[in-house]
């Protein structure tokens, strides 16, 4: 990344974020932020922007653990804030898939899921009002139940698998059907993470620390519209080596050294370096210069610049 303190600025329905490869890595990653790479960051960055997450309320998490790829998830209550707010939506039900004592198998509204029977799965319908029929989805517990790497089930599917599963569900159902409000979202119940760990409790970013990184980015903004070298040494040469004439009109701009000249300014100060070079040539009594001389092509340094930087 060429340059990691960047600033980017958007607008959710809870106000502006501002976020940068900095702010990323020091409030909103979970797990180890030395493991996550530059494009991990700019992806987090990327998804939070288009979709309007505003990370530091949870809506958004980026996760990281050793050396595996990071996930990207939403907060648990995201879609279905989004979806009361979406105009196409009218509405959505879920619930789990049991298989009663008698073998048979029920699709029940909510998770309640008695002792005697055992849980396959959950389901979704979601409404759209321009459709006649609903979109319906089914999901099995035992594809999504996620477990650690020695065989254990994660806290929360282990204790509440009714829950996990029917979230599932639903969240897939309102990707499918409607993509242009879930469009690159997943839940953490979905993906494989252990979701008991992530913190709820919203994020307080030091305004302090956002406001450094808003002046050092000021700054380099500032320095990438200063003039180059090679241009520099141009105005001299329209100055035909006379460094007095340089020096009266940067003088007249404010302009200490040629080094600082903006590129705003550099035209004009180009025109009034050669006009002046005409007057002096006139006051001398000498040809008048034309205005379409050839600028000498080699480095010429500048008196009053640093020997390192005419170098």
């Known amino acids: 990344m060429e340059n990691k303190r960047w600033l980017v600025k958007y607008e959710t329905d809870t106000g502006e974020v501002t976020l940068s490869y900095d702010i990323v890595k020091k409030y909103l990653v979970s797990g180890d932020p030395s493991k996550v790479t530059d494009q991990e960051v700019m992806m987090f960055i990327n998804l939070c922007k288009y979709q309007k997450l505003n990370p530091f309320l949870r ?11 990071a996930t990207l998830v939403t907060g648990k209550e995201t879609f279905t804030k989004r979806a009361a707010k979406s105009k196409l939506c009218a509405g959505y039900e879920a619930g789990v898939i049991v298989q009663k004592e008698n073998g048979e198998m029920e699709y029940r509204k909510g998770t309640l899921v008695a002792p005697n029977e055992i849980l396959i799965g959950g389901w979704a319908k979601v409404y759209r009002k321009d459709w006649n029929v609903p979109l319906e989805t089914s999901v099995s ?13 994660f806290s929360n ?9 029917r979230k599932v569900a639903l969240v897939q159902a309102l990707r499918e059907a409607l993509p242009e ?3 690159g979202l997943y839940s ?11 913190e709820e409790k919203p994020i307080e970013v030091n305004y302090t620390v956002e406001k450094e990184q808003q002046e050092e980015t000021k700054e380099e903004s500032i320095e990438k519209q200063k003039i180059s070298l090679a241009q520099a040494k141009r105005m001299f040469a329209i100055a035909q080596g006379d460094k007095d004439i340089v020096r009266q009109i940067l003088d007249k701009y404010g302009y200490e050294h040629s080094k600082d000249v903006t590129k705003e300014d550099y035209d004009k100060i180009c025109a009034e370096i050669e006009q002046a070079v005409k007057q002096k040539a006139q006051g ?21 610049d640093d020997k390192s930087e005419a170098d």
Not at 59 to 69: D, H, R, S, V, W
Not at 145 to 151: E, I, L, V
């Open 157 to 165: 599917w282990a204790n509440m698998p009714a829950t996990m599963i």
């Open 59 to 69: 809506e958004a998490y980026l996760i990281k653990f050793g050396n595996e790829p």
């Open 284 to 304: 001398e009594q000498q040809e008048p210069i034309d205005a379409d001389f050839t600028v000498i092509e080699e480095d010429i340094p500048l008196p009053w």
């Open 181 to 183: 409000e879930f469009q």
């Open 141 to 153: 517990l035992q594809e999504y139940q996620r477990k650690t790497k020695d065989g254990r089930i």
């Open 188 to 198: 953490p119940e979905e993906m494989p993470v252990d979701d008991s760990k992530l």
